[in-house]
């Protein structure tokens, strides 16, 4: 009987500062467990490209090139296997589709979510993703973040 094989980590990121920690430590999980690692960045019709919203089919590759920048962390970190895919859709779907389609292990996000009422905390992706996700998925929350009602101490 061979070794069972392990999923994918499936980390979603958007540029943004917890994305960056989700990617880390989404890397860092996938070295440990020994599973590949995907990077998926969702494309909708628009791009947020330096402060500006550009039509996506105009800028595929700086698109590309952003993600690229953005994944140097891993590099930093020494994890330089790994792949990147530019999925078309909304932020859910994209990951969701891409964890379901690859079999994931286990699906890392960052939490966004800075409402003041407990249930906004979470951050609309993150929680959609954790609703409908068929794997287990990771939240990681912001560095600094205010703990609150029912957040673990630590």
Do not use: Y
């Amino acid at each position: 009987m061979g070794v069972p094989r392990v999923g994918p980590v499936v980390v979603g990121i958007d540029g943004s500062a917890n994305a960056q920690r989700a990617l880390i430590l989404a890397g860092q999980h996938a070295r440990a467990i020994g599973a590949p690692l995907i990077v998926v960045h969702a494309i909708g019709l628009t791009e947020l490209i330096d402060g500006e919203h550009v039509a996506t089919h105009d800028h595929q590759q700086e698109i590309s090139e952003h993600v690229a920048t953005w994944c140097e962390a891993l590099h930093d970190d020494g994890l330089d296997d790994f792949e990147v895919r530019l999925v078309h859709g909304p932020p859910v779907d994209a990951v969701l589709r891409t964890a379901h389609d690859d079999d994931a292990s286990v699906i890392v996000v960052g939490r966004r979510g800075a409402g003041n009422r407990a249930e906004l905390r979470l951050g609309s992706t993150a929680h959609q993703i954790v609703e409908h996700s068929r794997c287990p998925v990771l939240v990681i929350p912001p560095i600094g973040h205010s703990k609150g009602v029912g957040d673990a101490a630590g």
